[in-house]
């Protein structure tokens, strides 16, 4: 088992895909629909790296991303971030607000696999930006 | 008698600029030197008979030395001039030039009249691709279907082993998304097709430049910043929703409502525990800071006043809405909560909470007209889905239920959608 992954997409078809593929190589993939147990589920589930949805329903993947910052135990958590393009705003929010990595919607299978692997691989926050 | 006050000083000014002495220019007036220089000095009216020969011995119109609409002409080519970086107009000549050539300066100043105003025009389109939430709106829409195709396109096609259920799946997904994509991809088209009126700014009425104001800055009135506003009646506007922010602040405190509001309380019971309208309580909800909940607004007459957009709930710029909403059943049936749990159709699984309240008011007394405005909250409906809800659009032209009992006219969408949807 290459490790956990926690997946924060409210996009019902874009978290089953990625699950699928993440699956496939290895991973195990918890889903959330929202950012409003986030928290909650990385305390109970410990991932290796979180892939959080800029735009949430309920939370902004900002707040989310803000929220494991602020917590020590969690401060290190390698983030990736998926965005569309045209958010470059948002993009540099998240970049100061500690982001480990971004990936552009849509993605390529392979480039989503290959960055989930290296910001596994990495120490700490890894310069991958996809 | 022409000339003001400073038509001497600007004499001496313009001759001073030739290098010429004052005998020199009095002789070619047809003037003593003693009396130039008491004109020089602002202590003699000029007659318009010595203007006109004093502007000749200067080769300058007379209209420039008078301060008049040669001056601003002039004002207008120094200020060109000055904001050409590296140009090398000569800027000590610009009377001169008016003055040999008014046409071409008057030519000239309208150019970079027109540059400044395409400028600006430039300016506020890139502004706007930036804070413009329905195009951000639109956007998004397309940009995520297209994430979900492309991904489960590559898994259909480069998994050889993938398991039936999850081929059969991913085929379903492709097929929404792929519709959906469609779909967006239309009411994109629509949207921008809509934009294009014309106007250098492409913002069609003081509304919606509110709205692009309000949504740059979290939907946040205030008096600062109206004057970024381009039009009064964008500015009027935009004071009074500060006014009602205001309002709102002072009998709506925001950690207290924020409190109340995290105890899971209900607009009606929030307007009772402040003592408050409902449409001021639905107002707050949607316009604290950060809030991600939808407003609109209307009228007796069904117009939308006003128009905050959720994720994924389209409000329409132009036209009327959907009938369908609640906020028109609220409309309908004054001082009733009217609450629906409800689908945008062509957006499977994104549920919404609506709730709307219609508020009438007399405010010429008994024998005044009755005024109504309705407000109604949008929000991401979170609780557990127990099956397929009613669905709504934003508005007929761009939605996609074909089979809507109250369509009034017919949408752009149909031929994207038949197209797409059962060839999977």
């Not at chain 1, 290796?48 to 910052?69: E, F, H, N, Q, Y």
């Not at chain 2, 609220?330 to 009733?336: E, I, Q």
Request: aromatic share 4%; net charge negative; charged share 25%.
């Amino acid at each position: 088992m290459a490790g956990k992954v926690l997946l924060i997409e409210d996009e019902t078809n874009i978290a089953e895909a990625i699950r699928f593929i993440l699956s496939r190589d290895g991973w195990q993939v918890t889903v959330l629909a929202s950012g409003e147990r986030a928290e909650a589920t990385v305390r109970e589930s410990g991932p290796d790296l979180v892939i959080l949805d800029l735009m949430l329903p309920d939370r902004s993947g900002l707040d989310v991303l803000a929220a494991l910052r602020a917590d020590p135990a969690t401060t290190d958590l390698p983030v990736m971030m998926l965005t569309a393009k045209g958010q470059g705003r948002d993009r540099e929010a998240a970049e100061r607000a500690g982001v480990d990595c971004f990936m552009t919607k849509p993605f390529a299978n392979a480039d989503m696999v290959a960055a989930v692997r290296a910001l596994a691989a990495g120490p700490g926050r890894a310069a991958v930006r996809a | 008698m022409p000339g003001t006050a400073l038509t001497g000083s600007r004499v001496r000014e313009r001759r001073l600029t030739l290098g010429l002495k004052q005998a020199t220019v009095a002789a070619a007036a047809g003037l003593s030197p003693s009396y130039l220089n008491l004109i020089e000095h602002n202590r003699r009216r000029i007659s318009p008979a010595v203007l006109a020969r004093l502007a000749a011995a200067l080769s300058v119109a007379p209209e420039i030395l008078e301060g008049g609409a040669g001056a601003a002409l002039a004002e207008e080519l120094r200020a060109a001039a000055a904001a050409e970086e590296g140009t090398e107009a000569e800027v000590s000549a610009v009377e001169e030039f008016i003055g040999r050539f008014p046409g071409w300066a008057g030519l000239t100043a309208a150019l970079a009249r027109r540059s400044g105003q395409l400028s600006r025009a430039v300016e506020a389109l890139n502004d706007r691709l930036g804070h413009d939430p329905h195009l951000s709106a639109s956007l998004h829409e397309v940009l995520s279907a297209a994430a979900s195709v492309r991904s489960i396109a590559g898994i259909l096609a480069e998994t050889e082993d993938i398991e039936a259920e999850w081929s059969d799946r991913f085929h379903r997904s492709l097929a929404e998304d792929s519709e959906r994509l469609a779909i967006g991809a239309e009411a994109l088209v629509a949207y921008l097709d809509g934009s294009d009126d014309g106007r250098e700014d492409a913002i069609a009425s003081p509304q919606e430049e509110v709205e692009l104001w309000l949504a740059a800055r979290d939907w946040q009135a205030s008096e600062e910043g109206l004057d970024q506003l381009a039009s009064a009646a964008a500015r009027a506007l935009a004071r009074d929703l500060a006014i009602r922010a205001a309002r709102d602040a002072a009998v709506l405190p925001e950690p207290a409502f924020r409190a109340a509001l995290a105890e899971g309380a209900d607009p009606a019971s929030l307007a009772a525990r402040f003592g408050a309208p409902i449409p001021d309580v639905l107002r707050r909800i949607a316009l604290l800071p950060g809030s991600r909940a939808g407003l609109v607004l209307c009228d007796a007459s069904g117009t939308l006043t006003f128009r905050k957009p959720a994720e994924g709930f389209a409000v329409p710029r132009f036209g009327a809405a959907c009938p369908l909403w609640p906020l028109y059943t609220a409309l309908g049936s004054p001082l009733r909560p009217v609450e629906a749990r409800l689908q945008v159709a062509g957006q499977r699984g994104r549920r919404f909470r609506l709730r709307a309240f219609c508020q009438p008011s007399w405010p010429g007394g008994f024998g005044g007209p009755e005024l109504r405005e309705a407000a109604m909250l949008i929000e991401h409906d979170l609780s557990p889905a127990t099956g397929p809800l009613p669905e709504v659009g934003s508005t007929c032209r761009i939605c996609p239920a074909s089979a809507c009992p109250a369509r009034r006219e017919s949408s752009i969408l149909t031929l994207a959608s038949s197209l797409t949807a059962p060839s999977l």
